[in-house]
Nanobody, 115 residues
Framework: QVQLVESGGGLVQPGGSLSLSCLFSGRMLSITAVGWYRQAPGKQRELVASISSYGGANYADSMFGRFTISNDNTKNTVYLQMNSLKPEDTAVYYC?????????WGQGTQVTVSS
């Protein structure tokens, strides 16, 4: 199994920035993609950004140009840099790993964008 632990959420004003981190541990062979999802109250969980094992990044349209996903394999960590945050970005952000047809999730970290 893969264990994921997110960190870096918090309260930020509109237009501000936050950086999230996700530390991976456990059996990490055959992970084909890692990424970030978010879920706002009353809404379905949605993709924010992901990176495949081949290195290609994929972003949801509303995050493209504002958010950047990256990973550091030496630290077993994937990052999400979020800029120009908007109130509608408020959600619980979850780290995800896809391995052999199974999705693993972190516990989530709250991001609140408010003045």
């Amino acid at each position: 199994q893969v264990q994921l632990v997110e960190s870096g959420g918090g309260l930020v004003q509109p237009g501000g920035s936050l950086s999230l981190s996700c530390l991976f541990s456990g059996r990490m062979l055959s992970i084909t993609a890692v990424g970030w999802y978010r879920q706002a109250p009353g809404k379905q969980r949605e993709l924010v950004a992901s990176i495949s094992s081949y290195g290609g990044a994929n972003y949801a349209d509303s995050m493209f140009g504002r958010f950047t996903i990256s990973n550091d394999n030496t630290k077993n960590t994937v990052y999400l840099q979020m800029n120009s945050l908007k109130p509608e970005d408020t959600a619980v952000y979850y780290c995800n790993a896809h391995q052999l047809g199974v999705d693993y999730w972190g516990q989530g970290t709250q991001v609140t964008v408010s003045s």
